[in-house]
């Protein structure tokens, strides 16, 4: 097969906050791949994921601060593999609007996102 050129984004056994990446089990896999588009200070408000969720920045960057007080920021053109069953928060703290492909390795039935209402 000829696939032209491929480059590499991100090969790794553990996520953004260092935990080793565990497919979710005891359902129907399930995968969902979807479009996120953040105005210039919009906020995803602080939520955490049960599942693997890996975010690819199209355009813009995206701040990600985690409940611990851990922060950092992924610029277009990089890859964010968020962390499992840690609340945090994404920001869009640059000048232009962010959008970014994200990939959940889920289970049927299963929420890829649980939303918290309050700051942690």
Known sequence: MNAGTVTTLLQTAVNSLGQPIEYPRGGTPEVTAFLVEMAPGEETGWHQHPV?????????????????????????????????????????????????????????????????????
Do not use: C, W
């Open 52 to 120: 693997p969720l890996l975010g690819y920045i199209l355009e813009g960057q995206i701040t990600v601060h985690q409940a611990g007080g851990e922060k950092r920021t992924v610029y277009a053109g990089g890859v964010s593999l968020e962390s499992v069953g840690v609340l945090h928060n994404g920001v869009n703290d640059g000048p232009v609007p962010v959008k970014m492909i994200v990939f959940a390795a889920g289970l049927k039935d299963v929420p890829i996102t649980i939303e918290k209402r309050d700051r942690p």
